[in-house]
């Protein structure tokens, strides 16, 4: 069902985030004594999610295979916690999923017909490889959730989910470490989940030569519309669930702008990248725009476009214009900014229309169903950031103010692990064969004849299998390695991007470690806030009531379609008694109520529904109030009741706003500001009371709740 939205004649409303109120003047046509006008009250539309879309984006360069196999470990973890049925322990409201998808795709977007990362371009499409996890199914797997192939993979039920996670973390697995080693995660899955037009090639005609490609004056070209990730972007993502994202890489995003001459820190070769002005390099390392007007501003031009400063004859020292290192403080050392600016991404999981790659605004595919807004969405980073900094006692913690200072801050109050260097770090030990100098990183590295970034944590490997480390008597000078040549912990280099675009996410976005002995917490971290968004309904402020036990508000339901033969009195029945009343009639309605009791006539013309991106009036169909969508889906459309001492009796209403195993015949709805019926995510929003279902009145999956609440 596409979202609706409800709306009163006469009065109009803003966007409302999650699970907040927003407060409007407006006059009321009719009805009303006083000054002519009241405030109104209206939250979001509340429906019960039960879909939650998992993608996962794998980090497939090398050195990434440990990290592979422990997260493919862990998300069966993820899956099971997200379908425990077991009810929310103090609202007793339900908080699992019923339906879930599970995709993943890589890093590796090629470098743009570069001869870098020639044919390791996955170009964001659904994994696994060819050939890959065919022993887990009855038949070859083409991704985790495939029903064209294989409907065994779904979870549509408990006697599911086993092979799902099986399935699962053998999808991760067939990623391997044999991808592009410029990993460009936030890319991909913007080209995955976003993008209003994903190309189907970008590439600049390039000639090999012996000194590198030689691209010459020829800007990069992005042809086409990538048909087939579309319809695996369909098949995934439903415009009802709950996305979740997580994003597994030990190295900073390098996620490069397919445009103009972007292929330069691919193609040109190594020590013969042009420098930027003596006045770039020393510009803060957040400062990545899109456009080089924000450098030039400040002083700072590439030699490439003006090569009069001092720093354009300056060669570079051995090793220190490698090709690894051209995503390394692109401004400050080149004096441009190649890649995408950071608000790329933020803006991917805020706004309704993005930038699509035929260079257009366009609609944000993650919004573009009608139902999902910002807070049914969740992105968690399991990137380069040491342990210490972001969990408390081996949990993914909630990061302060000052957290976040000692992790993307200036690098005068950065905590020095995360500070992006080749050299040693003011602050740092020296490895020199005791890492325990250092049980973050094991101290820094000066490795004889070659050029890379400081790490920002190490951790142990698993005993198998071994990897041998290069030079022999790395061990002297590399914390990574052991007497006798074995590779005994991995690292990772600092997040940056990852870390920055996370924390303008704000509660949207977790991060985590991917330097953690497990990914055990973070799954159930996840999980736990995945489950809280599900069940939580959250008021943070409601109208006066006109009695101690009743709120002044009219509360509907939109059905995802018109059940035949029913109207809202014989949705439910159970026990002789309903919630649900045909709008503007007993007993949901009563005199002196904020509409007021009408006949369905009235009622319906006082309604109109948003379906998607049309505003549809409501109408009278036989015994029924529906709206009827541009597809011709009829939708019924019901008024739920309030359970309140003058509708009902003094226990009954007081038995709902108060006792969590509370469930009446028929039941109806409640407005409580009991702390036990609010729930602890709501509390934490600042939530001062609840919208609490009892009974057979329960949000149905595709239904939405509107509460529109005032006085007169």
Same mark, same amino acid.
């Given at each position: 069902?596409?979202?609706?939205?409800?709306?009163?004649?006469?009065?109009?409303?803003?966007?409302?985030?999650?699970?907040?109120?927003?407060?409007?003047?407006?006059?009321?046509?009719?009805?009303?004594?006083?000054?002519?006008?009241?405030?109104?009250?209206?939250?979001?539309?509340?429906?019960?999610?039960?879909?939650?879309?998992?993608?996962?984006?794998?980090?497939?360069?090398?050195?990434?295979?440990?990290?592979?196999?422990?997260?493919?470990?862990?998300?069966?973890?993820?899956?099971?916690?997200?379908?425990?049925?077991?009810?929310?322990?103090?609202?007793?409201?339900?908080?699992?999923?019923?339906?879930?998808?599970?995709?993943?795709?890589?890093?590796?977007?090629?470098?743009?017909?570069?001869?870098?990362?020639?044919?390791?371009?996955?170009?964001?499409?659904?994994?696994?490889?060819?050939?890959?996890?065919?022993?887990?199914?009855?038949?070859?797997?083409?991704?985790?959730?495939?029903?064209?192939?294989?409907?065994?993979?779904?979870?549509?039920?408990?006697?599911?989910?086993?092979?799902?996670?099986?399935?699962? &973390?053998?999808?991760?697995?067939?990623?391997?470490?044999?991808?592009?080693?410029?990993?460009?995660?936030?890319?991909?899955?913007?080209?995955?989940?976003?993008?209003?037009?994903?190309?189907?090639?970008?590439?600049?005609?390039?000639?090999?030569?012996?000194?590198?490609?030689?691209?010459?004056?020829?800007?990069?070209?992005?042809?086409?519309?990538?048909?087939?990730?579309?319809?695996?972007?369909?098949?995934?993502?439903?415009?009802?669930?709950?996305?979740?994202?997580?994003?597994?890489?030990?190295?900073?995003?390098?996620?490069?702008?397919?445009?103009?001459?972007?292929?330069?820190?691919?193609?040109?070769?190594?020590?013969?990248?042009?420098?930027?002005?003596?006045?770039?390099?020393?510009?803060?390392?957040?400062?990545?725009?899109?456009?080089?007007?924000?450098?030039?501003?400040?002083?700072?031009?590439?030699?490439?476009?003006?090569?009069?400063?001092?720093?354009?004859?300056?060669?570079?020292?051995?090793?220190?214009?490698?090709?690894?290192?051209?995503?390394?403080?692109?401004?400050?050392?080149?004096?441009?900014?190649?890649?995408?600016?950071?608000?790329?991404?933020?803006?991917?999981?805020?706004?309704?229309?993005?930038?699509?790659?035929?260079?257009?605004?366009?609609?944000?595919?993650?919004?573009?169903?009608?139902?999902?807004?910002?807070?049914?969405?969740?992105?968690?980073?399991?990137?380069?950031?040491?342990?210490?900094?972001?969990?408390?006692?081996?949990?993914?913690?909630?990061?302060?103010?000052?957290?976040?200072?000692?992790?993307?801050?200036?690098?005068?109050?950065?905590?020095?692990?995360?500070?992006?260097?080749?050299?040693?770090?003011?602050?740092?030990?020296?490895?020199?064969?005791?890492?325990?100098?250092?049980?973050?990183?094991?101290?820094?590295?000066?490795?004889?004849?070659?050029?890379?970034?400081?790490?920002?944590?190490?951790?142990?490997?698993? &005993?198998?299998?071994?990897?041998?480390?290069?030079?022999?008597?790395?061990?002297?000078?590399?914390?990574?390695?052991?007497?006798?040549?074995?590779?005994?912990?991995?690292?990772?280099?600092?997040?940056?991007?990852?870390?920055?675009?996370?924390?303008?996410?704000?509660?949207?976005?977790?991060?985590?470690?991917?330097?953690?002995?497990?990914?055990?917490?973070?799954?159930?971290?996840?999980?736990?806030?995945?489950?809280?968004?599900?069940?939580?309904?959250?008021?943070?402020?409601?109208?006066?009531?006109?009695?101690?036990?009743?709120?002044?508000?009219?509360?509907?339901?939109?059905?995802?379609?018109?059940?035949?033969?029913?109207?809202?009195?014989?949705?439910?029945?159970?026990?002789?008694?309903?919630?649900?009343?045909?709008?503007?009639?007993?007993?949901?309605?009563?005199?002196?109520?904020?509409?007021?009791?009408?006949?369905?006539?009235?009622?319906?013309?006082?309604?109109?529904?948003?379906?998607?991106?049309?505003?549809?009036?409501?109408?009278?169909?036989?015994?029924?109030?529906?709206?009827?969508?541009?597809?011709?889906?009829?939708?019924?459309?019901?008024?739920?009741?309030?359970?309140?001492?003058?509708?009902?009796?003094?226990?009954? &209403?007081?038995?709902?706003?108060?006792?969590?195993?509370?469930?009446?015949?028929?039941?109806?709805?409640?407005?409580?500001?009991?702390?036990?019926?609010?729930?602890?995510?709501?509390?934490?929003?600042?939530?001062?009371?609840?919208?609490?279902?009892?009974?057979?009145?329960?949000?149905?999956?595709?239904?939405?709740?509107?509460?529109?609440?005032?006085?007169?």
């Amino acid at each position: 069902m596409r979202r609706a939205w409800l709306m009163v004649i006469g009065m109009w409303a803003g966007t409302v985030g999650c699970n907040d109120v927003t407060v409007v003047p407006t006059y009321w046509p009719s009805g009303c004594v006083g000054d002519g006008g009241f405030t109104l009250t209206r939250m979001k539309g509340v429906s019960r999610v039960e879909k939650v879309d998992v993608l996962v984006v794998v980090d497939d360069s090398a050195t990434m295979a440990d990290a592979q196999a422990e997260l493919a470990r862990r998300l069966p973890e993820l899956l099971t916690q997200l379908a425990d049925p077991t009810p929310d322990p103090r609202t007793h409201q339900p908080t699992h999923a019923t339906d879930l998808h599970v995709a993943v795709i890589t890093s590796s977007l090629g470098s743009f017909g570069t001869s870098v990362c020639a044919g390791k371009d996955d170009r964001a499409h659904l994994l696994p490889r060819p050939g890959a996890c065919t022993s887990v199914t009855a038949s070859p797997l083409r991704w985790v959730f495939d029903p064209a192939v294989d409907p065994t993979a779904t979870f549509k039920g408990a006697e599911r989910l086993g092979a799902l996670g099986a399935a699962t &973390s053998c999808v991760v697995e067939s990623a391997g470490e044999g991808g592009c080693g410029v990993a460009q995660p936030w890319e991909a899955l913007y080209h995955f989940l976003i993008d209003p037009a994903p190309y189907a090639k970008a590439a600049v005609n390039c000639t090999a030569g012996p000194a590198g490609d030689a691209c010459g004056n020829n800007d990069i070209i992005v042809e086409g519309r990538d048909e087939d990730l579309l319809a695996q972007r369909a098949a995934f993502l439903r415009p009802d669930s709950l996305v979740v994202v997580v994003v597994l890489s030990d190295q900073n995003d390098v996620s490069l702008r397919p445009a103009g001459k972007n292929w330069l820190p691919f193609a040109y070769p190594e020590a013969k990248m042009l420098r930027g002005w003596e006045a770039c390099e020393g510009l803060p390392d957040d400062l990545e725009p899109d456009s080089s007007g924000p450098l030039t501003a400040l002083g700072c031009f590439s030699c490439f476009q003006d090569n009069k400063d001092v720093n354009c004859t300056k060669p570079w020292s051995a090793g220190e214009d490698a090709v690894r290192l051209r995503g390394f403080h692109q401004t400050q050392r080149f004096g441009f900014n190649f890649l995408w600016s950071r608000e790329r991404y933020v803006d991917a999981f805020k706004n309704m229309t993005v930038p699509g790659s035929d260079g257009r605004l366009g609609p944000n595919a993650l919004f573009s169903g009608g139902f999902r807004d910002p807070s049914l969405v969740f992105v968690t980073g399991i990137v380069g950031v040491p342990k210490q900094l972001v969990e408390v006692a081996g949990k993914p913690k909630t990061l302060s103010t000052a957290d976040w200072e000692k992790l993307t801050g200036p690098i005068a109050k950065r905590d020095p692990h995360l500070i992006e260097s080749v050299g040693p770090r003011a602050g740092l030990p020296l490895f020199a064969g005791d890492r325990s100098v250092d049980p973050i990183h094991g101290g820094e590295r000066v490795v004889p004849g070659v050029q890379q970034l400081q790490a920002a944590c190490i951790k142990p490997r698993p &005993s198998t299998p071994s990897i041998a480390c290069a030079p022999l008597g790395s061990e002297s000078f590399d914390p990574l390695c052991e007497p006798g040549g074995k590779q005994a912990f991995t690292q990772a280099y600092p997040g940056l991007r990852h870390l920055r675009i996370l924390e303008q996410l704000g509660p949207s976005g977790l991060v985590a470690s991917i330097c953690s002995e497990t990914f055990t917490p973070t799954m159930t971290a996840i999980a736990t806030h995945v489950r809280a968004i599900l069940g939580a309904r959250c008021l943070r402020t409601i109208p006066p009531a006109a009695s101690a036990d009743r709120a002044s508000c009219s509360v509907f339901e939109v059905l995802p379609d018109l059940p035949a033969g029913k109207t809202c009195e014989t949705l439910t029945g159970v026990g002789g008694g309903t919630g649900y009343c045909t709008p503007g009639s007993a007993p949901c309605r009563k005199a002196g109520d904020f509409l007021g009791p009408s006949d369905r006539e009235k009622a319906a013309s006082q309604l109109a529904i948003r379906l998607g991106t049309e505003i549809v009036q409501a109408t009278v169909e036989g015994e029924n109030v529906i709206v009827r969508g541009s597809d011709g889906t009829k939708h019924l459309v019901c008024e739920l009741l309030q359970l309140s001492a003058d509708r009902t009796d003094a226990a009954t &209403s007081t038995a709902c706003r108060t006792d969590p195993g509370f469930s009446p015949p028929g039941g109806g709805y409640c407005y409580s500001s009991d702390p036990a019926m609010i729930g602890d995510v709501c509390l934490h929003q600042g939530a001062t009371s609840t919208l609490r279902f009892v009974g057979d009145v329960q949000p149905k999956a595709g239904s939405e709740i509107f509460p529109v609440c005032g006085k007169c």
